[in-house]
């Protein structure tokens, strides 16, 4: 039986360890294949301000007290109960979307300050829902509580 020789079981070894290192390299680079990438850090989300104190949030509820957040350098919504990302919602100071037609409106829970997703005209909090990878707003008759 012949052996093969020491310096090809060399060149073979050192072949693989190089693919095994080329391969870690890319999938660091790629966004979400090494496990580090878990969406958006803290320090991206817009933070809200209630004009009659010194609460910030970043943290808007709807009437089910379901969290959303938003990301204003690409304008989306983050639907936190699923993680799901939405396009065109843009941020300006308190006001959210394109039409600027929601507002983030502040209220007290058993001594705590929230702030709620409602609508501009009647200051009434909006029922947020999610179906499949579709939002749904209704309007409620709620105002948020004070």
């Known amino acids: 039986m012949r052996r093969t ?4 079981q060399t060149l073979v070894l050192f072949s693989l360890m190089r693919t095994l290192a080329v391969l870690i390299a890319i999938s660091a680079l790629l966004p979400g ?13 817009a933070v809200f301000r209630d004009p009659t104190s010194s609460f910030t949030t ?6 089910d007290d ?32 394109p039409n600027r037609s929601f ?13 709620y997703f409602t609508e501009v005209g009647p200051g009434t909090i909006c ?6 990878n579709t939002l749904q707003l209704n309007p409620t008759t ?5």
């Open 5 to 8: 020789p020491f310096w090809f």
């Open 66 to 97: 379901e969290i959303v957040r938003f990301i204003p350098a690409d304008n989306t919504m983050l639907w936190t109960p699923t993680n799901l990302l939405f396009d065109n919602w843009p941020v300006s100071g308190n006001f959210l979307g």
């Open 33 to 45: 294949c090494n496990g580090d990438n878990t969406g958006p850090s803290d320090s991206d989300f």
């Open 58 to 63: 970043t943290d808007v509820r709807d009437i």
């Open 127 to 132: 029922d947020l829902a999610v179906t499949g």
């Open 142 to 146: 709620t105002l948020p509580p004070q």
């Open 103 to 115: 507002e983030v409106r502040f209220g007290t829970v058993s001594g705590q300050r929230r702030a």
